[in-house]
């Protein structure tokens, strides 16, 4: 099926579903890209309009935003990954990044992510269980306004567990969604699409200090809560050297735990890879206070504050090739 074709299919399943998918979502989104006519000078193009895709030095990037999912169509999407979705899900935000060379391309969308909060077979990975009165006074609001997160039955008097395959604080360790795009743009999903080897290799944050021109950047949201306390998002900026990828997911549950699982992706023009780097962090109020850090919630509304205080519980390195 080519890529006009496949656009349509998108166009025409969109106009319900308002949501991209692992299945056409790259391959309508470069359809788009190659309809539309891109300058010949690159850096002419460092000034842009939202939402156009950016061309620089054989790539191209485009940062796709939109409004929220509206709940009919979150149904169908919630039908798709089997769970119940987050009310705020920007289903049609998409970032990609695309390697004109190789057909190489990176793409971020809240669907993928969402289906990275199902138990992993073979995990050790457990429900999140909060004792009922700590969940009524962390999150009361968030669980009225989402019955059926708490909609199973009662292990004891104090605590609840929930009887679903996903994760109900949505965490998600999504680290994007790898393709090859061929020549009539269809994207190959494929798990041995795209080559990825473990390493030992680092992102070189010092050369990231530099100051740089940024020719591009963008931010795009996937999920969250109408409080602010989870959510997927993705931040990049392209600079002269290379560019650089910040996806992060971050859920904070009032006086019981903070999660932050990142994945960081940097590429230096020129050369034949890129490095990604994924981290989990976490750690329970209870060791916060333990340890003197403040012990009233409003110290902890903003994560860049206070990530440095969060352990992290492991980590993978990785490079993906191009060719």
Known sequence: MNSNLLLERHKNTNSMAKFYDKAT??????????QRAVEKDEMAKAVVSHGEPFAYSGWT?????????????????????GMTPPEMVFGENQLLLLHEASGVCISFMAVEALSCCHFKEGSDAQQLKVTMARVQSATSAYVDDNPSFLSSHVVSDEV?????????TYTSDYKGTLA?????GVANTTADAVRVVTTTERIDF????????????????????????HGVSIYSRVMPSGFYVL????????????RLNETRIHHVFGKDFLLREY????????????AGHPNHMSNYTNIDTFQHLV???SYHFEKIYLH
């Open 279 to 290: 981290t989990a962090k976490e750690v329970t109020f209870d060791t916060l206070f333990a």
């Open 206 to 229: 010092e050369k990231l200090k530099v100051r740089e021109d940024i020719l591009w950047m963008e931010d795009v949201s996937l999920y969250e809560d109408e409080l602010h306390d």
């Open 311 to 313: 352990p992290t519980k």
């Open 160 to 168: 609840k567990e929930l009887e679903i395959s996903y994760d109900w």
């Open 61 to 81: 990037f485009v940062g796709r935003k939109s409004h929220i999912t509206p709940l009919q169509a979150l149904d169908v999407l919630g039908n798709s990954i």
């Open 247 to 258: 996806a992060r997911y971050w859920m904070r549950l009032d006086n019981v735990v903070v």
């Open 180 to 184: 090859r795009v061929d020549d009539h």
């Open 25 to 34: 979502g790259i391959t309508a989104l470069v359809a788009e890209i190659r």
